[in-house]
C-alpha cells in the first residue's frame, strides 16, 4: 500500500474544495518509527505507551523509559508526537501488575482510573517523557477520561511533575500539552470547561462506539453490528467537533475508523480536520480526501439524514459510485 501511493506520500491531503486535513499515524513500539518516514505521516497522532509495558516482564524503570521516548522523538524530527499515558486494564493486561477480578473489565478498573488511583507509575512515566523532551515540546493525552475532574487531577499530576523536575535542576519542555481521549459518551456531554481546560481533545473512536452502542468491540457477534456511520454516532461526533469549533480546542480523532477511506471522508465532512491511523492507511485516507469535495459529502450526508436512513452509508456509496470509484 505504501508503494502505491508513493506518488502522494509528500503531498499535502488537501481535499478539492481546498481543506487540509492532518494525517498523522497511531504508533507504539520501536518497530513503527520507520514508517513515519514512509508513510508520509504529519507526526504521531496517538503513541500508546502501553505496548512498551505489554512486551516486558516487569515495570520498566524510568531511565529506560525516557530513553525510548528519547528516540522516539528523535525519530520524528520535529513533528509533533502524542504520547497517551498508560492505557492498561480491560483488554490490555500487564502480566507482573496485580490485577482484580472484573465481572466487566471494560467498564472497569483500567487507564487513567488506575493512575489516578495509583499514581506512582503514572508520574514515573511523565517524568521520563519530560526527561526524553529535555528542551523539546512535550506532549501527552490522558485516556478514557470519563468526568472533568479525572482531568483536571491527571493534568496537576504533570504540572506537579514539572515543578519538580525544575526543581531537581532539569530542562523542562519547551512547551508542554496536556490533552484527553474523548472515549466515553460522557465527555461528549461534559461542562464547558473540559473544552476549554484540555490543550486537545482526540476521538477514541473504538472506545467511544463501544460504549456508545452498547456493544463490545472485543466480541465477534456484536463489533460488526453497528456501523460507524449511523447517524446517531455521526451526530454525535458533530456535536464534539462543534463544541470544540465553539472553545478553540483543537481536536483529532485516533479510532481505528479514521483509517477507512469512506469514513475518513466523512469524518471530514462533518468538520473533522485531523485523523489519526496506522501508517498503511495514511495513503488510501489522503487518496480519497484529495479526490474529494467535502461540501458535497456534506450535502449528501445531510440529504441522507433527512431521508430518515440508519446509516448514512448507502447514500455515500452511492455517490462515491457515480462519481466513478
Ligand atoms: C480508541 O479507543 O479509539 C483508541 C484509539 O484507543 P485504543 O484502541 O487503544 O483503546
Ligand atoms: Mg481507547
Not at 134 to 147: D, I
Request: hydrophobic fraction near 40%; glycine fraction near 8%; charge should be positive.
Amino acid at each position: 500500500a505504501v508503494k502505491r501511493y508513493a506518488a502522494i506520500r509528500n503531498e499535502p491531503a488537501l481535499t478539492l474544495c481546498g481543506t487540509r486535513v492532518a494525517l498523522t499515524m497511531n504508533a507504539g513500539l520501536m518497530a513503527d518509527l520507520p514508517s513515519l518516514e514512509s508513510s508520509g505521516a504529519e507526526g504521531v497522532g496517538l503513541f500508546r505507551t502501553e505496548l512498551q509495558f505489554l512486551v516486558r516482564t516487569k515495570v520498566p524503570r524510568r531511565s529506560e523509559l525516557a530513553q525510548l521516548y528519547a528516540r522516539v522523538i528523535d525519530a520524528a524530527q520535529g513533528k509533533r508526537v502524542v504520547f497517551r499515558t498508560l492505557d492498561i486494564g480491560s483488554d490490555k493486561v500487564l502480566p507482573y501488575m496485580k490485577r482484580r477480578e472484573e465481572p466487566n473489565p471494560a467498564l472497569g478498573w483500567r487507564a487513567i482510573r488506575v493512575g489516578l488511583d495509583r499514581p506512582g507509575v503514572m508520574r514515573m512515566q511523565i517524568q521520563a517523557l519530560i526527561r526524553a523532551a529535555n528542551g523539546r515540546p512535550l506532549t501527552l493525552m490522558f485516556p478514557f477520561v470519563a468526568q472533568l475532574d479525572e482531568f483536571r487531577t491527571a493534568r496537576e499530576h504533570v504540572l506537579g511533575e514539572l515543578e519538580r523536575e525544575e526543581r531537581l535542576g532539569r530542562v523542562l519542555p519547551e512547551k508542554v500539552e496536556i490533552g484527553a481521549m474523548l472515549e466515553t459518551p460522557s465527555m461528549a456531554f461534559a461542562p464547558r470547561q473540559f473544552y476549554e481546560e484540555a490543550d486537545f481533545i482526540s476521538i477514541g473512536g473504538n472506545d467511544l462506539k463501544q460504549f456508545f452502542f452498547a456493544a463490545d468491540r472485543e466480541n465477534e457477534h456484536v463489533r460488526r453490528r453497528y456501523d460507524t456511520l449511523n447517524v446517531s454516532f455521526l451526530t454525535l461526533l458533530e456535536q464534539i467537533v462543534k463544541r470544540c469549533e465553539d472553545t478553540g480546542t483543537p481536536l483529532s480523532f485516533c479510532g481505528e475508523d479514521a483509517g477507512r477511506p469512506v469514513e475518513a471522508l466523512c469524518f471530514a465532512a462533518i468538520g473533522l480536520r485531523a485523523l489519526s491511523m496506522r501508517p498503511a492507511s495514511i495513503g488510501p485516507v489522503k487518496n480519497m480526501l484529495r479526490k474529494s469535495d467535502l461540501t458535497e459529502a456534506r450535502a449528501v450526508i445531510d440529504a441522507a439524514r433527512a431521508s430518515g436512513a440508519q446509516s448514512v452509508r448507502p447514500a455515500v456509496m452511492d455517490w462515491l459510485r457515480r462519481r466513478g470509484e
